[in-house]
C-alpha cells in the first residue's frame, strides 16, 4: 500500500476535529490536528470553498449543515458501538485477569482509549478512558500499522514519534509491524511502557484496535498466545455488534 497523501489526512483530520458540533479557530484546529498554522488555513480555505466547511463569527471554523448531519450520524455510530462493547471488554477483563481497551484513532498522529475492562486483580494496571498515545505507539500502534499496510515512509514518520522506554532500532520496529501483519495481532514487550507486554488487534474498519496488557513475564508463551487469540475474537465480536451476532469467548487457561 502506498503511503496516505498528507494533505488528504490533514483534511481529514480537520472534518474529524470539528465532527462533534464545535465551532473552532484557527489556531484551535491546528492545535488540535497537529498542523502549522499556514497548512492548517490553506485547508480550511478550501473545505470553506468546497463547501464542508462554513466560517461563522469570531473566524469559527464549522461543519457546514449537509456535512455536520453527517458527522452526527457516524458520532451516534460511534457511541451507540463503545456502549454495547463495554460490557464485552469487562467480560474479557475478568475472563483473562487483565486490562481490556477498546482504542480509536484520533486525528492523524494519536490513539484514543474510548472504553475498558478493567481487571479485579488485586494488583493491576492503571489505564484511564480518555488517555491517548502516539500512533505508532505500542502493541495498538503496531496492530494498526499492519492492518492499514501504511508504506516505510509514514511508518518511519510514526516511528520517530514515540519516546520508547527501551532503544528499539526503525528496522526492529517494522519487523515486528510485518510480523503483526502474518500474525493478525501487534505485540509490545516493555518498549513503550516498561515492564508491561501488550498485545492488540485491529477491527476491519481500520480506526477501533481492541488491546490486552500484562506484566512482563506473568504469562507462560502459551498463555499469551490464547489471550491474542481472545482477543481476535473479541475484536470480531465487536465488529459484528450492528449486526447482533456474537461469537462466543475463548476460555482462559485454569
Do not use: N
Amino acid at each position: 500500500m502506498s503511503s496516505p497523501v498528507p494533505s488528504v489526512v490533514q483534511a481529514f483530520a480537520i472534518m474529524r476535529a470539528l465532527g462533534d458540533g464545535r465551532a473552532l479557530t484557527l489556531s484551535e484546529v491546528a492545535l488540535t490536528c497537529g498542523i502549522s498554522p499556514s497548512s492548517c488555513l490553506g485547508l480550511l480555505r478550501t473545505l470553506v470553498g468546497e463547501g464542508v466547511l462554513s466560517l461563522g463569527e469570531g473566524k469559527r471554523y464549522a461543519l457546514s449543515p449537509p456535512w455536520s448531519e453527517i458527522a452526527a450520524s457516524d458520532l451516534d455510530r460511534s457511541t451507540r458501538l463503545v456502549a454495547r462493547a463495554r460490557p464485552l471488554l469487562e467480560r474479557a477483563a475478568r475472563a483473562w485477569h487483565a486490562p481490556i481497551g477498546l482504542w480509536r484513532v484520533a486525528g492523524r498522529d494519536r490513539l484514543q482509549l474510548v472504553a475498558l475492562g478493567q481487571s479485579v486483580a488485586a494488583t493491576r494496571i492503571h489505564m484511564e478512558e480518555g488517555q491517548r498515545q502516539p500512533i505508532g505507539s505500542g502493541a495498538v500502534g503496531r496492530a494498526l500499522a499492519a492492518a492499514q499496510r501504511v508504506g516505510r515512509d509514514e511508518l518511519a514518520r510514526r516511528f520517530a514519534a514515540v519516546r520508547w522506554q527501551r532503544p528499539v532500532s526503525f528496522d526492529d520496529y517494522a519487523a515486528e509491524v510485518a510480523q503483526a501483519v502474518t500474525q493478525g495481532h501487534g505485540v509490545d514487550d516493555g518498549l513503550s511502557y516498561a515492564g508491561i507486554t501488550s498485545v492488540a488487534v485491529c477491527l476491519p474498519d481500520d480506526t477501533l484496535c481492541v488491546s490486552a496488557s500484562v506484566f512482563a513475564g506473568s504469562r507462560t508463551d502459551a498463555e499469551f498466545a490464547d489471550l491474542a487469540a481472545a482477543l481476535q475474537e473479541l475484536a470480531a465480536e465487536i465488529a459484528a455488534l450492528d449486526q447482533k451476532h456474537a461469537l462466543p469467548l475463548r476460555k482462559a487457561r485454569a
